[in-house]
């Protein structure tokens, strides 16, 4: 089975994006327990907890979303703006990593 996983999201903003930062973690024995929560809190270390990696930071690519309906259902009301997607693909051959994304 393939390990490789993508990240999508889409965005919008009136000022305009110049990017977008996927920031993610791996969890440092791929497990996470019911009655602990350090893989749950953004800072462990600041606790003394060592669940986690670093935080990694990766712009996510643009892909412009098409404005137009084309897929023939009907909209009584459509939006005057249509936000962009982006993604990320990650290819990792590790099994039993799990991973923690935030938004910064």
Not at 4 to 19: C, E
Not at 38 to 57: H, K, R, S
């Amino acid at each position: 089975m393939s390990n490789d996983f993508y990240v999508y999201t889409f965005a919008y903003d009136v000022s305009g994006i110049k990017s977008l930062v996927l920031s993610y973690r791996l969890d440092n024995d791929g497990k996470n327990p019911l009655d602990d929560v350090a893989n749950e809190v953004f800072d462990p270390p600041a606790l003394g907890l060592d669940c986690c990696g670093p935080w990694i930071n990766v712009t996510m690519t643009k892909r412009p979303f098409p404005a137009g309906n084309e897929s023939g259902v009907v909209f009584s009301v459509t939006p005057t703006a249509i936000a962009d997607e982006y993604y990320y693909q990650r290819t990792t051959t590790t099994t039993t990593t799990m991973v923690r994304c935030s938004a910064p």
